[in-house]
């Protein structure tokens, strides 16, 4: 019986413990500088990207623009336009 609650203990002290907490998502305004265009732009884009280059610009949100896709005009300062090119290559960076 003993044996059976030192083997347990590691476990149930394991669920005791807390989650690293996460860091809190930007919530802008976007900022994009010549080291974010130098670092992302030619690159494929992925989709998995998408969270490094919004948290690198600080931006709360963004959306991914291939050739010809339509948009709204509206201004977002806190949102991030990820333009990409026929080949899916990041075309540029640009914040609104």
């Known amino acids: ?21 996460r860091p809190a998502p930007p919530r802008g305004p976007c900022v994009v500088d010549e080291r974010l265009r130098m670092r992302f732009v030619g ?11 919004e948290r690198q610009a600080q931006a709360a949100t963004s959306r991914v623009l291939n050739p010809g896709d339509a948009a709204t005009m509206d201004f977002r300062p806190d949102r991030l336009n990820i333009l990409l090119d026929d080949l899916k290559q990041v075309e540029g960076l640009r914040c609104g």
Request: aromatic content about 6%; overall charge positive.
């Open 1 to 21: 019986m003993i044996r059976t609650w030192a083997m347990l203990l590691p476990v149930l002290a394991a669920g005791c413990t807390t989650m690293a907490e």
């Open 43 to 53: 690159v494929k884009f992925h989709e998995r990207l998408r969270t490094d280059i």
